[in-house]
């Protein structure tokens, strides 16, 4: 069992910048391959980006490519992803997840742990 909890979520204003957190609750990490979604209000949740177990590899939604970065750190059990340039259409709960799969995973059903979510408003 993966517990991941993410935090950096909050209010800012449209192009500003906000960086979020996933901190996994496992001693295997790098075993798993990692992605961010999103739910806005009703709205389905969608992909953003995700990553490979080692990091070299990277995919992005196309409403988020140039402006966000995945990233990890696996000696600190920590996913991360850099928010720049928010518009207000970003605005939604951000989640974590992670795969047992070690590539990267773009299909929300091939994720096996999710974490509770965070917050993101972006005013205009």
């Known amino acids: 069992q993966v517990h991941l909890v993410e935090s950096g979520g909050g209010l800012v204003q449209a192009g500003g910048s906000l960086r979020l957190s996933c901190a996994a609750s496992?001693?295997?990490?790098?075993?798993?391959?990692m992605g961010w979604f999103r739910q806005a209000p009703g709205k389905e949740r969608e992909f953003v980006a995700t990553i490979n177990w080692i990091g070299g590899t990277t995919y992005y939604a196309d409403s988020v490519k140039g402006r966000f970065t995945i990233s990890r750190d696996n000696a600190k059990n920590t996913l991360f992803l850099q928010m720049n340039s928010l518009k207000p259409e970003d605005t939604a709960v951000y989640y974590c997840?992670?795969?047992?799969?070690?590539?990267?995973?773009?299909?929300?059903?091939?994720?096996?742990?999710w974490g509770q979510g965070t917050q993101v408003t972006v005013s205009s």
């Open positions: 496992t001693r295997t990490f790098s075993d798993y391959g």
């Open positions: 997840a992670a795969s047992r799969r070690p590539s990267i995973v773009l299909v929300a059903s091939d994720f096996d742990y």
